[in-house]
């Protein structure tokens, strides 16, 4: 493959989770060597839902470390905040513009987040206009997101071909990366729903930042299905069949050998071993993040990437606004 634009982003409104890292962040380390890699915090969609400043600011500067944590080499890709490149909010309003109700009313996410609110922010509806922005700025040619990111990365393709389509060939058509495995973590306690940072209940998803011990203590209460074989099978065992998910995604082992090692062992051992297998997965990452949170370095990192972003930001913001007909400004 040739060296392509690959750019992604993780909101900064709760604590990194097993799912972030499963889906997403490990293949940002993954394509990093080959492609030209943008990977931001995206604080400005973090914002589509209240967010106190103090711990806004916190979580920002936590997931931009975990980043580095997770083994992205500033060095090739650049790290850095939604907020701190311009371009983000002008082409997000720009993309507003070309989207309409329906297609925004149709988005799951925008349906999940406000069911049962009855003050709903307009931010929240306008969200995957300013995702497609994102994406578009870098004229990316892949997006690795997980499962739930689909429907946005469809909405992108569509405005970036409409865009192509009234305004002339200005955006490349991006294309989603999505994992075949590991793409849909669940929630430990409800295997029917995704692992979440922002499911208020704790024991519903590891962090990345867990103790050992938290971790030890949210496996054992995880649910499981009834019987005690630990079977691969969605339909009829939802909650094992997630567990062993992870236990395959952390160890490196197929299903099948995972299943055979606890044949006819039930779920405690199968969850007790879980436990040191998650524990040991996170350990690495767990000790680089103290180290850079520690060193201040990341301050440097986001202020370089930035920099590296801007450029390219700059550059297809004016020629999309050129395109649209809005007249040169003078610098
Ligand atoms: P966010 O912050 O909810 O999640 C970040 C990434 O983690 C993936 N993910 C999961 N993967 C597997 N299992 C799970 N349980 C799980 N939970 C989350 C998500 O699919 C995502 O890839 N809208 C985006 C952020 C965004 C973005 C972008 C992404 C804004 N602009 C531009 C890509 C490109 C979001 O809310 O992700």
Redesign the pocket.
């Known amino acids: 493959m040739s060296q392509l634009r690959v ?7 709760g604590k ?10 490990r293949n940002f380390v993954a394509l990093q060597d080959e492609h030209e890699c943008f990977f ?1 915090v ?1 604080d400005l ?2 914002i589509t839902v209240p967010q106190e400043p103090a711990a806004l600011r916190e979580q920002s500067e936590a997931v931009a470390a975990l980043f580095v944590a997770a083994g992205i080499d500033p060095a090739k890709a650049a790290i850095f905040m ?1 907020s701190h490149v311009h371009g983000h909010s002008e082409l997000g309003w720009l993309m507003t513009t070309l989207s309409y109700m329906g297609e925004l009313e149709r988005m799951t ?1 925008f349906k999940d987040k406000s069911e049962g609110k009855d003050a709903v922010g307009a931010g929240l509806f306008v ?2 206009a ?2 497609a922005a ?2 578009l700025l870098y004229n ?1 040619n892949l ?7 689909k429907q ?2 469809e909405l ?1 393709r569509d405005l970036a071909g409409r865009f192509n389509h009234k305004f002339g060939d200005t955006f490349v058509v991006p294309e989603p990366f ?2 075949k495995v ?6 430990l306690d409800d295997a029917s729903k ?5 499911n208020p209940n704790a024991g519903s ?1 590891i962090s990345l930042l867990d103790s050992p011990d938290e971790i030890r203590k949210k496996i054992s209460r995880a649910k499981t299905d009834l019987g005690r074989e630990v079977i691969f099978d969605v339909q009829n065992k939802p909650e094992i069949s997630n567990l062993l998910s992870i236990y395959a995604q952390c160890s490196g082992q197929t299903i099948e050998q995972i299943q055979a090692t606890y044949d006819g062992q039930g779920y405690g051992a199968f969850k007790k071993d879980l436990a040191e297998v998650v524990v040991n997965a996170l350990e690495p990452l767990q000790r680089k993040y103290t180290d850079i949170r520690s060193s201040g370095a990341i301050h440097d990192i986001l202020r370089d990437g930035a920099e590296r972003a801007n450029v390219v930001a700059d550059k297809t913001l004016r020629a999309a606004k050129e395109a649209m007909g809005f007249l040169p400004s003078a610098r």
């Open positions: 750019l992604s982003g993780i909101q900064p409104s990194l989770t097993l799912g972030n890292y499963i889906g997403a962040m931001m995206v969609h973090a939604q996410q969200y995957p300013l995702m994102d994406i990316s997006v690795p997101v997980g499962d739930d990111q946005h990365l992108t999505i994992p590991g793409a849909r973590i669940m929630s995704k692992m979440s940072k922002s998803a």
